[in-house]
Structures are given as C-alpha cells and as structure tokens.
Nanobody, 119 residues
Framework: QVQLVESGGGLVQPGGSLRLSCAAS????????MSWYRQAPGNERELVAR????????NYADSVKGRFTISRDNTKNTVYLQMNSLKPEDTAVYYC????????????WGQGTQVTVSS
C-alpha cells in the first residue's frame, strides 16, 4: 500500500534549522514529482517546494527561497526539506506530496509533521 511517512519536525528557535524527511513506499518513486506543502492554523495549505521526478528541477515559494532546499534520493525513495534561518511564520504542519509525472491526477499525501518555530 502507498505510504508517505514524514519525520524530522519539532520545536526550534528562530534562526535555527531542521531537516524534514519523507520516506515513500508502495509506488514507483522515481516516476513522481515530490513536493512539500505546509498549513498553518486558519490558513490554506500552500506549496513550499517541489522537485521533479529525476531531481533535475526545483521550485520554491517566494517566502522560503534562499532558506529552504528540497532534494531527493531515488535510491532511498526519500525526499528531504532542509530548512535554515527558520522564522516564526514558518510554523505549520508540513506535508509530503507525490504527484505522477505524467498522470497528474494520481496524487498521494503524507500525514504531516509539525514544525514550530518559537523562542
């Protein structure tokens, strides 16, 4: 069965760093673009970063450019989000998303991991 399992969230002080991981199973990981979304209380879920199926291209929300880096290891079926210079406004539940590179209606979601940036 399809699983996306996020890990690495937690409480961090402003200016700190975290690395999120999303371990995928149950589908051909290398055929899927992978993304990180986040949702803060009272807000809509928003795209944070995306990486293409082979990892050749990435894109980021303006709010995280220069601070966050998305990467993937197709040998480990895992996608990462390195988050540096964290701000309180980065506080949210972060979700891993997989979307088939061609049949874009095939989409999977993880259960989310909480990131809290606070002093």
């Amino acid at each position: 069965q399809v699983q996306l399992v996020e890990s690495g969230g937690g409480l961090v002080q402003p200016g700190g760093s975290l690395r999120l991981s999303c371990a995928a199973s149950g589908f051909p990981f290398g055929l899927y673009a992978m993304s990180w979304y986040r949702q803060a209380p009272g807000n809509e879920r928003e795209l944070v970063a995306r990486i293409t199926s082979a990892g050749a291209s990435t894109n980021y929300a303006d709010s995280v450019k220069g601070r966050f880096t998305i990467s993937r290891d197709n040998t480990k079926n895992t996608v990462y989000l390195q988050m540096n210079s964290l701000k309180p406004e980065d506080t949210a539940v972060y979700y891993c998303n997989a979307r088939h590179f061609r049949v874009t209606t095939i989409v999977y979601w993880g259960q989310g991991t909480q990131v809290t940036v606070s002093s």
